[in-house]
């Protein structure tokens, strides 16, 4: 049975593949900030092998306490998913230093951590493959809206993600990007394209059939290539 990890699982595209890889018979591992009030989460345990940990991405401490606890665990996949997007702050006027910088805390330095935090165990797969959910807005290709500190942070999680593609190359670990499509979740929402089932499902079906020489490149949730 695969071992996948997930992290922000308890609303959107997070809570819905937590819920279809339970369906499809794996055991999955997730972290959120406040499991306790994760009820939608929680209600899961009853569909298949769940375990919820206390995990905020924003702060490093819990990083390594999340992965310590999972030591000795063998992880076939990792998602890092958790991420952020404040329209609110997102303008040229609107935005601004401290915000930025926590923006790219939790969307790019953290799936780099809990990556790094979690390698032994994934080295001990046969078939790991480590996904970060980005976004097309992180393209230097597109043109769209002005989200700064959205936007730059996907850019630079495209970047750690193809770095540690190489770095992990040898190890045979698969390492890459994808953008869920614009999924109607707090986040999205609801005028967007996809529904979170359409999101998850394209998601996993890429995942399951992910390959070494996919690795270190950019793709999005039907399986389609992004330029970067
Ligand atoms: N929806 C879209 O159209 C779209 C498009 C492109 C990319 N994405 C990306 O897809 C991923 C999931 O987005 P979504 O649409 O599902 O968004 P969402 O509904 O807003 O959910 C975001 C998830 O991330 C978690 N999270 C945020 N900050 C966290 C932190 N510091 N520590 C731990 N968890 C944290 C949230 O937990 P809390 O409940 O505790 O806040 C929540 O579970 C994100 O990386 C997003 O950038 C989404």
Redesign the pocket.
């Known amino acids: 049975m695969e071992t996948v990890v997930i992290?922000?699982?308890?609303?959107?595209?997070?809570?819905e593949m937590t819920k279809q890889f339970l369906n499809t018979n794996r055991r999955v591992i997730v972290?959120?900030?406040?499991p306790s009030e994760a009820t939608a989460l929680n209600d899961l345990s009853s569909v298949g092998e769940l375990s919820v940990f206390q995990?905020?991405?924003?702060d490093s401490v819990s990083i390594k306490d999340f992965c310590a606890e999972l030591s000795g665990v063998n992880i076939d996949i990792l998602i890092n998913?958790?991420?952020?997007?404040d329209r609110e702050k997102q303008g040229m006027l609107g935005v601004n230093a401290k915000h930025w910088l926590e923006t790219f805390k939790?969307?790019s330095i953290a799936p780099f951590e809990v990556a790094v935090g979690l390698l032994e165990n994934l080295k001990t797969s046969s078939r790991p493959r480590i996904v970060s959910?980005?976004?097309?807005?992180g393209s230097l290709h597109l043109k769209g809206p002005g989200l700064y500190s959205y936007n730059s942070s996907?850019a630079a999680l495209n970047q750690v993600m193809k770095i540690m593609s190489q770095d992990l190359e040898a190890d045979g670990v698969i390492v890459c990007p994808i953008?869920?499509?614009?999924?109607q979740?707090?986040?999205?929402g609801s005028e967007?394209d996809i529904t979170?089932q359409e999101s998850a499902g394209g998601i996993i079906s890429f995942i399951d059939n992910l390959t070494m020489e996919q690795s270190g490149r950019f793709w999005q949730w039907n399986g389609e290539e992004h330029p970067w």
């Open positions: 992290t922000g699982a308890n609303r959107g595209i997070g809570l972290g959120c900030r406040n995990l905020d991405v924003s998913n958790a991420g952020v997007l939790i969307n959910v980005s976004s097309q807005l996907k953008h869920p499509g614009w999924v979740t707090d986040m999205g967007a979170p």
